[in-house]
């Protein structure tokens, strides 16, 4: 398997960030990180090993960039507002240095798949959402939809626009309705421990999907799918397997 690394400074972050790719061709798919986790986590946990075969047929490309957590919305010494305002930051790395480099410097053109576990999952499923001129589907495993957890009830405008359960119920533009319904989506998450909030959370987004007529994958699974490494190494290869992974158009 053809696997890269990469080191580069950021401008926007005013820091170094690092990021592995996997595979030589195929659909890219863009991984974020559980709370606080790094660009390794999803080899060392064992998830690259579930797709190998893919990877190395060319199918797919994986992309495993750096959280920024423990200076965002895990940053419990900072405001809400500058956890809020230091998540924007990484935002625009994500859609204005990384996704570039990843097409101009290393050929990867399709839109690409986010996917990601626990915080991975707010993740993906918060940049599928505010960026599908960018991705076109989304695999998230068990992520919360919304930052209360993190930081109570403060709310700005930084907050509403990356806590999906607050501003898709408000969302009426075409542009992203045509979009979210073109594109895949899958939402899972267990009914064991550990996932309450999760579960809570997932099915507010399947009520909001469907007023909206976005079609969407919400998948509960049993009560014994806990909220851990060994249901989503089984979750992601079984998910991933029923995507259409050809590229679309705008």
Known sequence: MKIEYHKNFSPILSQDM?????????????VFPAQGGRFFEFEDF???????????????????PDSLDNQTW???????????????????YICKELIP??????????????????????????????????????????????LKMFI???????????SPLSYLPNLSDPWYLERYR???IVICVGQGAWEEPMLFDARQLKEILAEK?????????????????????????????????????D
């Open 18 to 30: 690092e990021f592995k790719v996997y595979g030589h061709a195929g659909k890219p798919i863009l």
């Open 46 to 64: 064992g998830m690259i090993a579930t797709v190998n075969e893919r990877i190395e047929a060319g199918e797919i490309q994986i992309i495993t």
């Open 74 to 92: 895990a940053n419990w010494n900072a405001h809400p507002a500058e956890r809020a305002a230091r998540h924007e930051a990484y935002d625009q």
């Open 101 to 146: 480099f990843l097409r101009e410097r290393l050929g990867i053109k399709a839109k690409a798949f986010t996917t990601g576990v626990s915080m991975g999952g707010y993740h993906c499923t918060n940049f599928f959402f505010r960026h599908p001129d960018i991705f076109d589907g989304v695999i998230a495993l068990s992520g919360i939809m919304q």
């Open 152 to 162: 109570g009830d403060y709310s700005d405008d930084l907050v509403y626009f990356n």
């Open 182 to 184: 073109k594109s895949q």
């Open 213 to 249: 007529q976005i079609p969407a994958w919400i998948d509960f699974w049993g009560y014994d799918v806990n909220h851990d490494w060994p249901w989503w190494r089984k979750q992601f290869p079984y998910f991933l397997s029923k995507m259409d992974l050809s590229s679309h158009e």
